[in-house]
Nanobody
């Protein structure tokens, strides 16, 4: 199996910063996309940012210029640096990894358990 361990959520004031981390472990053969989604109360889960193995990056319009996604392939870890946080960024943030396991011929999408980010004064 593949396990995702998230960390870095918490409470921050508007304008503040947080850094989320998500480390993938298990019998991983390769990882394609790594990303972050979020879900606010009463809203649908939405893509925040994703980074593909070839380096291509996608951001939601609402976070462009404020959030930065990076990955460390040697550590199978993806990071989300969140700056200039706003109250509307409050949500549960979920890590998502598309990976191929050793001995398996297809890619599967794995999800973390979620980490709460609250932006409030």
């Amino acid at each position: 199996q593949v396990q995702l361990e998230e960390s870095g959520g918490g409470l921050v004031q508007p304008g503040g910063s947080l850094r989320l981390s998500c480390a993938a472990s298990g019998n991983i053969f390769s990882i394609n996309a790594m990303g972050w989604h979020r879900q606010a109360p009463g809203k649908q889960r939405e893509l925040v940012a994703a980074i593909i193995s070839d380096g291509r990056i996608t951001y939601a319009d609402s976070v462009k210029g404020r959030f930065t996604i990076t990955r460390d392939n040697a550590k199978n870890t993806v990071y989300l640096q969140m700056n200039s946080l706003k109250p509307e960024d409050t949500a549960v943030y979920y890590c998502n990894v598309d990976a191929v396991r050793v001995g398996i011929s297809y890619e599967y999408s794995y999800w973390g358990q979620g980490t709460q980010v609250t932006v409030s004064s």
